[in-house]
């Protein structure tokens, strides 16, 4: 099984509600990622886990909140976000770099999300 | 920090003919990987090709080729008879390490129109 999955696949919130992203491997991997992508543009970093614990957090605004309960899950609580915040939410995961020094990211088809 | 330049925003080949895709990179490490990803419209993004820093072989996976030069910093994916399937954002990726984990750095991405 070599498949990330992500749910919802759509999301449509308002600017006061509480929503979280959810993201699932049974791959084994140990690390796992949170990317914000907007229209033709590159994905970018938003989070890392590794080994459940967060070890990247690119400067990310607190509206946007983490969690890896176990190794197979990774979590978005989404809280109080802007307009801006629209865009495509894509999870990945790969093996740890304490485990292997190359390491392929498995990426899943994103959850798109609109704030209104 | 690491940067990674796609100059073409766009490219287009005819089915059954072959395309090269430019990539350049900076790095002070001497010892990285490089990638090739693809995003098929409303599709998920795929790993096309790899290559480690120390193989001065290119890496080929059967239509995919890359050029890498390291002293130009160079790594250029070649698709051959190229096919319709084949049209997508194609972004170049350099693996980073950061606080004992790894990320990706991507290129801004080229999109690839193939006419049939």
């Known amino acids: 099984d070599t498949e990330v999955t992500q749910t919802p696949k759509h999301l449509v919130m308002g600017m006061t509600n509480k929503k979280s992203l959810k993201c699932e491997q049974h791959?084994?991997?140990?690390?796992m990622y949170w990317y914000k992508q907007k229209a033709k543009k590159p994905p970018e970093l938003m989070f890392v886990?590794?080994?459940?614990?967060?070890?990247i957090n690119e400067s990310v605004p607190s509206r946007f909140s983490p969690e890896c309960p176990n190794s197979s899950l990774l979590n978005l609580h989404l809280h109080a976000l802007q307009p801006e915040d629209s865009a495509l939410y894509l999870c990945?995961?790969?093996?740890?770099?304490?485990?292997?020094?190359?390491?392929?990211?498995?990426f899943g088809p994103g959850t798109r999300l609109t704030v209104l | 920090a690491q940067t990674v330049t796609q100059s073409q925003p766009e490219m287009s080949v005819q089915e059954a003919e072959t395309v090269t895709l430019s990539c350049t990179y900076d790095?002070?490490?001497?010892?990285?990987?490089l990638f090739w990803y693809k995003q098929p419209p409303s599709r998920q993004m795929i790993l096309v090709i790899r290559?480690?820093?120390?193989?001065?072989q290119n890496a080929t996976e059967n239509r995919f080729s890359v050029n890498f030069q390291k002293a130009a910093k160079s790594f250029s994916l070649k698709i051959s008879d190229s096919q319709l399937g084949d049209a997508a954002m194609y972004f170049c990726?350099?693996?980073?390490?950061?606080?004992?984990?790894?990320?990706?750095?991507f290129g801004k991405g080229t999109k690839l129109t193939v006419n049939p």
């Open positions: 290559q480690e820093a120390y193989k001065q």
């Open positions: 791959m084994g991997h140990r690390a």
């Open positions: 990726a350099y693996r980073a390490s950061q606080g004992g984990s790894e990320k990706l750095v």
């Open positions: 886990y590794s080994y459940e614990k967060l070890s």
């Open positions: 790095t002070s490490e001497s010892d990285y990987y």
């Open positions: 990945a995961s790969s093996k740890s770099l304490a485990d292997s020094s190359y390491n392929e990211q498995f």
